[in-house]
């Protein structure tokens, strides 16, 4: 299968401004993702897509390839979807740039899920294993249907119960992959749709579309870095051997 595996990079962020190039530990968290992401595929294989000079000229310091998309893009999926009109391939291994440690075998996993050829938008999920994680609206919680595919996805505690407490919950694991006509399909809306809009999460786009997600679990190793407290997260996890 021919595939590669794009990085979506932006530096504005309301939360941590300039996510991307922040150090942890004497690395970026864009460099840090790359080398994660450099153990499941090949250098020539791995991109990172950013609108942004500065994380553009960081990474071809360090010999990361890069592909610049407008600054427009709505969601990450929309940058990948920039990036591969560039970029031919049959499938695109989108690893968020927020997520410095990510598991190898966690991207390898959903690459492998892609060479079945199926055409289906594959993404992550893992069971939420920590009660403050399924009350947090910065982990996006997902519900699976009996035969795996994707039912609805939210930043609210979800599945709710009358006790309104936790009890088993899921939560998204950020790689995904999308053919060439998934991201067509969603490129084809301008804007954001309105579940979407509300949630702030991509995949429901998707979902209100008609267009089904395939699930496939993974392990509960990776930290997606929304705001300095998770850095702290990562530090952790690399002082303890990554």
């Known amino acids: 299968m021919n595939y590669y595996v794009i990085i979506p990079a932006r530096f504005a962020s309301s939360r941590l401004p300039g996510k991307p190039l922040v150090d ?3 690395k970026s968290m864009i460099q840090r ?4 992401c ?3 595929a090949p250098a020539e294989k791995i991109y990172v ?7 553009a000229a960081h990474c071809r310091d360090r010999g990361i390839n890069v592909v610049m998309t407008s600054p427009d893009c709505l969601t990450g999926t929309d940058r990948v979807a920039e990036a591969a009109k560039v970029l031919e391939a049959d499938y695109y291994i989108n690893v ?3 997520e410095p440690v990510i598991p190898p075998d966690d991207i390898r996993a959903v690459i492998r899920a892609a060479e079945k050829g199926t055409d289906e938008i594959i993404a992550g999920y893992t069971e939420i294993l920590d009660e403050k994680d399924y009350f947090s609206p910065a982990i996006p919680k997902m519900v699976l249907s009996e035969a795996g595919y994707l039912m609805y ?3 609210a505690p979800i599945p709710g119960n009358k006790k309104m407490g936790f009890e088993k919950a899921w939560r998204q694991v950020c790689v995904y992959a999308f053919s060439r006509k998934a991201l067509e399909q969603f490129t084809s809306r301008t804007k954001k749709t309105e579940i979407e809009q509300i949630e702030d999460l991509e995949l429901l ?3 209100e579309m008609g267009i089904g997600v395939k699930m496939i679990r993974l392990s509960a190793g990776s930290i997606a870095v929304d705001n300095p407290e998770d850095v702290e997260k990562v530090l952790a996890v690399l002082k303890n051997g990554l």
């Open 96 to 98: 968020q740039g927020d």
């Open 205 to 207: 786009r998707f979902l």
């Open 153 to 155: 996805m939210s930043r």
């Open 38 to 40: 450099l153990k499941a």
């Open 33 to 36: 993702t790359y080398e994660q």
């Open 24 to 26: 942890i530990g004497g």
């Open 49 to 55: 897509a950013t609108d942004d000079e500065r994380i």
